[in-house]
């Protein structure tokens, strides 16, 4: 595995741990926003290890995962989950959604959103050889 990607899988388990304190001290429109880095970070080092290349400054889940060529490994779940974490990471900034994505996220779904993507990290760091 190149350094590049490692650095994309080590900050996001940076990520993790902090995804982890803001759930448990109710910060849920936080933790969710940092399940999203978390799948982000973990995409990136797919096509920073696939393509040798910087992955590109974007933040839309999907099109990340087209262009580490593993779109077609997710599972119908993983991209479900790609899915539901994609608007946790724009939508979430902006005052006229920010109140809707909040309503969304009770401690529940942030629970299992956070079991969820940290899941899936550990099937691209499998993915990877890590």
Not at 1 to 30: C, F, N, Q, V
Not at 106 to 123: D, G, I, P, R
């Amino acid at each position: 595995m190149s350094d590049k990607a490692s650095y994309w899988l080590d900050t996001a388990d940076e990520d993790l741990i902090t995804a982890r304190a803001l759930l448990s001290t109710g910060r849920l429109l936080h933790a969710g926003f940092f399940c999203h880095l978390i799948a982000e970070k973990a995409l990136k080092a797919v096509i920073a290890d696939r393509t040798n290349k910087i992955p590109p400054k974007i933040h839309a889940l999907r099109r990340l995962a087209e262009e580490g060529m593993v779109l077609n490994e997710l599972s119908d779940e993983q991209i479900k989950l790609l899915r539901v974490l994609t608007p946790l990471h724009i939508n979430a900034r902006y005052p006229e959604y920010k109140k809707t994505v909040k309503q969304k996220l009770s401690t529940k779904v942030c629970k299992q959103l956070l079991h969820e993507t940290e899941e899936f990290l550990c099937w691209i760091k499998r993915q990877l050889g890590r």
